[in-house]
């Protein structure tokens, strides 16, 4: 076991960073909690919350069922403060990468610093993944550059969603339709449940107290301790649900702003994330001039920093009983009748992948399918494909 004291700036000494942050417990008497601070260089927030949890975890000595695991992701960018170095770390677990690092490909000589991180990560932990005896999660702890309240980012398995249910801040459904290569993209294909939870803005003091609140109460959401053991449970609830007062529950993300090489993009100033929109008001510019919004909602992680190629996203309100059908529905394994929907077609190789004639189905296919447990993976001007989640019920084994 080794973790390390809490740093004391933005700026992470390389003296004190370890993969390995700390670990508690033992595997296979219970859940896998797997947490993931500083996958991108300029968020230490999460970092020093795990070190705060390490050290309370090892002096209270709490009987745990399970594993926990704290790990440090991009090194070389924490050290200097910066997103990345050469490309982003949460953008390259593509499947096509994937399979060759399964294979034992890509050697170390020649590479970009973040496949060299990429590739240790991997090595520590493909042997936790599935398949196991018991549940493994996965949470990836993040902030923000523009100032925001807390939220979580989740996969929309039913089994991803009740878990994200039991924290009392906003949750974004939908992420995994507009961005590819994250972290979470690859586990969750393997079986883990997987959030990724925001605290707040990248300097703000608030956000490791948040992180702390939020990842002590991960460990009894997950079946790892009972509240009991948790002295400051009801505080961590409640530093949670202030923190995210005032904001509706869940969202969808609709629209991605992708920033093009060479663009110049610049946000304009003072938005913060689940700032209201209308449509056509003017959000950012680049050398063209002023980019409108193609849409009313609410602006989501406005881009405030030199790198990273999501300008901005639009994310719009989701309904209580949009959910409750939705579960309805998919424990009643509806989906199985897609395939006879008029303009609906089967992918014979790929059982899971089902295209929809646009000319057909013209009106709510997203949304029927999103209540289905689909997520889209693209679109042409005929057709939309859309793939179910292969584990999307609580009770579904992992792999």
Known sequence: MTFVS????????????????????????????????????????GIQALQTVTRQLHRRQPEFRGKFLALAGNLSALSRSTRYLARDLNRIWTPERMQ??????????????????????????RPLLPPQSHPVYLIDLHTTSAPSAPFIILFDA?????????FP????????????????????????????????????????????????????FAGCLPREAVP?????????????????????????YAIRSGEQFRMEPGFRNFHPVKKGQVLARNTQGFIHSPMSGYVFMPLYQNKGNDGFFLIRRISALW????????????????????????????????????????????????????????????????????FDLPGQREK
């Open 232 to 256: 400051e449970f009801r505080e961590h609830l409640a530093t949670l649900r202030q923190a995210g007062a005032g904001q509706p529950r869940v969202f969808d993300v609709r629209y991605r």
């Open 323 to 390: 959910l409750k059908i939705s579960e309805l529905l998919r424990r009643a394994k509806v989906d199985r009748w897609v395939v006879r929907f008029p303009g609906v077609r089967q992918d014979s190789r790929y059982p899971r992948r089902v295209w929809v004639n646009r000319r057909i189905a013209r009106w709510g296919v997203p949304e029927l399918f999103h209540l289905l447990g689909y997520r889209r993976e693209y679109a042409t001007d005929s057709e939309i494909v859309f793939l179910k989640r292969a």
């Open 6 to 45: 809490q740093a004391k700036s933005s700026v992470l000494s390389p003296a004190v960073l370890r993969r390995v942050i700390g670990e508690y417990g033992r595997e296979g008497t219970g859940p896998t909690v797997i947490f993931i601070g500083g996958i991108h260089g300029n968020e230490p927030a």
């Open 158 to 166: 039913l089994r991803n969603r009740l878990f994200a249910q039991n």
């Open 169 to 220: 801040i906003p949750l974004i459904l939908g992420m995994e339709e507009h961005l590819s290569g994250t972290l979470l993209n690859w586990v969750d294909e393997l079986g883990v449940r997987t959030v990724a939870i925001e605290a707040g803005q990248h300097e703000a003091p608030e956000s490791v107290s948040i992180h702390v609140a939020a990842i002590w109460l991960a460990l009894v």
């Open 100 to 125: 060759t690092l399964e294979q034992g490909g890509y050697p170390a000589e020649n590479e970009n610093p973040e496949y060299v991180e990429q590739r240790e990560l991997f090595s520590l932990l």
